[in-house]
Structure formats: structure tokens, C-alpha cells
């Protein structure tokens, strides 16, 4: 018998070793897709993409109620969802097609327009490439604070502020998820929502460089206050926000305030995904406060103001509002759309959260108005006109009402 050389014999055995991992890669791409590949696939993929992983090669796990809490952290929507049980209970569905009602219309009309993409209006790749930044600069400043993931936001912060923060911002993301249609509750991912919190001065010190420089390293730049030095403002400051980054001082802050600074940083973050880069300084500001309302009672934060922040008034900020109604200083209802957050006195604040509250009375309306404002890229009193068909005087009667109540 003929003996081949141990070199071929050795060349064969790869090329069938080969062969089979060949063999039982392909057969893993068949199987159907199981929950734990969706953690693993998520991390590069967005939500639409595993979908339709899942719609090609079926669903290997049962769509439970934990399934779903899950799915809605890795940032798929409840419309994404519904079609993964239909893919888990073995019917066929089509992702290039609308979801259909029982007429086979197509459900929802111009309201199906919310069912978009998790983070939106920007690609996946920008907000994993934005998590990095931020990650890199927590590791660098030596910070050594884990990612807590939670439905709409990341937080970073030290373990004792994560106990008292996590809970109450979970809280505030269900109310807003509840109350608010997808286009503005599902626009942010904890992927484009960062609020990180840091104690210690030195810290500070170290994380606006190490922030700084993350950024820089990207080939980013960015400017803040009058001070031509960023670095050295921004270590003179109480917090700063960036298009997908809230982070404040809380050694600057009361607790209560820290807590306060993040309830307003999810509305805020949230607004700036929902409403575009072109919506108006006192859409943003006046979403984050409602947000800090909404978990806090009462609104109080200001993020950029030269003046005195003193809005201490009894009644709170409604009474602020009513009282320059009264004095006639407040006669349109387009001035909280023109103010810029470089030039807002505290009472702007405090017009932006009334006005953006009265109009949030009506959540649908008020989601398609920003809406227009994004794609459509119409001025936010112009669409509110639109939308709910009310001109500046019936739109002042009903502000001064809401600030009345």
C-alpha cells in the first residue's frame, strides 16, 4: 500500500476540517435565530436588520413578556416586536409592505409614519461610533463607570448614584413611552441617549479632557460659551450637553438637583433625536423640562444662561408665565420658538415648558407637529398651525388658560 507524505496527509485533514466548519456554519445560518445571537448580532446590526434575520430563518425563542422587555432594550419597536411573533408562531411576513388592518388597508394612515427605526434620524453606525467616544473617555479619565442600559438612555455614573438615578429614570422612560406616540417616546436607544454623571473635581477635570480629546481623535470639534479655551470653560461649568451626550458636576449639585438634571436630560436627548437638528432651541428645552415635571413635580432646569437663575416664585414657574401675561409682556405665541439657549433669561425657560406642556396636552397632534418640523422642515408655529388649527390668538387663550389651571 502506497503511503502519502505527512505533508498532504496534513493538507487534507485541513481542507475536511475546513469543509465541516464550512458545513456547520451554514447550517447555524439556517437555524432560526435564537435570543441570545439577537444580543450578539445587535451590537453591529440595527433592529430592522436582525428582523429580517429572524423573518429569513425564523424565531428560535418564545416571544414572552420578558422576551419583549428585551427586545425593547435592544431598541426594536412595538411594531418590530408584533412581526417577530408572527415570524415565532410560523407565519410569513413581508417587511417591505405596511402593516395592513383587517381590510387590508393599510393600518394607521399618515400615523404610520411613527413606526421608524430606533434613533432616529441617525444610522446605527453614528450612535455605536458615538457610544465608543464616550466609553473611551470614561476609561481614559479613569472614571471606571459601567454602561447601565435602560429603555431610552445609557447612564454612567458611580454605583451609589446608580441605585437612587437608574430606578427614577426607568420610571420617567415608561411615562413617556405611555404617554407620547413612537415618533417622539421611541426616538431615542440607550445607543443615542448618554447622561452621564460624575463626582469629584479632579474627575471633572479629567473627564472634559479625556472627552475633549475622544472627540478630537474622531476628527470632532466643538465649541462652548465665550471662552475661546472649550476645555477650560467646560471645567468651569455645572454640566454641558452635547447632541447625544447630557454629563454634569454633581459635586456642583444638591442631590435632588442631580436627579433633576437627569430627569431633564432623557426629555431633552429624546427631543433632540425626535425633533432634528432644525427644531428650535425652545422645543428641546421645553420637552426636557416637561420631562423633569413629569418625574419631578416641578421644572427648574436651565442649561445655558448668563443671568441670574432665580425664578423662585410662588406658584412656580406657571405663575412666572401667568404674571408676564398679565403684564402684557408675553402677546404671540411664536416667541419661545425664536429664543436660542445662548441668549435665554430664565423666564424663556420657564415660556418654552409652558407652551411645549400645552401643546403636549394633545400628544398626537403635538408628535405630528414635530414631525413637520423634521421632515418636513416647517417652523414649528407654522406646523402647530397646521396641526391643530388654531391661529396666535386662539393658541395664546389657550396657553394662558394652561398656565391658569
Known sequence: MRHLPRRVLS???????????????AAANDRPVKMSEVARLIKDQSPQDVLAAMADRGVGF????????????????????ELIKKIASGEAVDLDAGPADADGDEAGGADNADAFKVGFPDPEHWHISEQKRIERAIKNAGLGYKRIELTRATLYCNAARAGKLAPLLKKLEGMLIKRFPASIASASSPRSAHIVIV??????????????????????????????????????????????????????RSDENV?????????????????????????????G??????????????????????????????????????AKKI??????????TDSMKPENYAECWSMVSTLAEAPDKFAKAVRMVREDKKFMNVAVNEVYGMQGKDLLKAWYKWVSQ
Open 11 to 25: 493538507l487534507s485533514l485541513i481542507l475536511i476540517l475546513l469543509v465541516a466548519f464550512s458545513d456547520l456554519a
Open 62 to 81: 418564545r416571544v414572552s413578556s420578558g422576551a419583549e422587555g428585551r427586545l425593547k432594550k435592544y431598541g426594536f419597536t412595538q411594531d418590530q416586536i
Open 199 to 252: 463626582d469629584g473635581v479632579s474627575e471633572w477635570s479629567n473627564w472634559v479632557d479625556a472627552l475633549m480629546d475622544s472627540y478630537e481623535k474622531d476628527g470632532m470639534k466643538f465649541s462652548f460659551g465665550p471662552e475661546a479655551d472649550t476645555k477650560t470653560h467646560l471645567k468651569n461649568t455645572s454640566g454641558f450637553f452635547l447632541p447625544a451626550l447630557a454629563t454634569a458636576h454633581a459635586d456642583l
Open 259 to 287: 436627579a433633576r438634571f437627569s430627569t431633564y436630560a432623557l426629555g431633552h436627548l429624546m427631543m433632540a433625536r425626535a425633533g432634528g437638528k432644525d427644531q428650535p432651541a425652545g422645543l428641546t428645552t421645553g420637552f
Open 289 to 326: 423640562d416637561l420631562a423633569e415635571a413629569m418625574a419631578m413635580k416641578t421644572p427648574s432646569v436651565m442649561i445655558y444662561s448668563y443671568e441670574k437663575r432665580d425664578l423662585k416664585q410662588e406658584g412656580g414657574w406657571k405663575e412666572v408665565v401667568k404674571k408676564l401675561f398679565e
Open 331 to 340: 402677546d404671540n405665541a411664536t416667541a419661545p420658538w425664536g429664543y436660542t
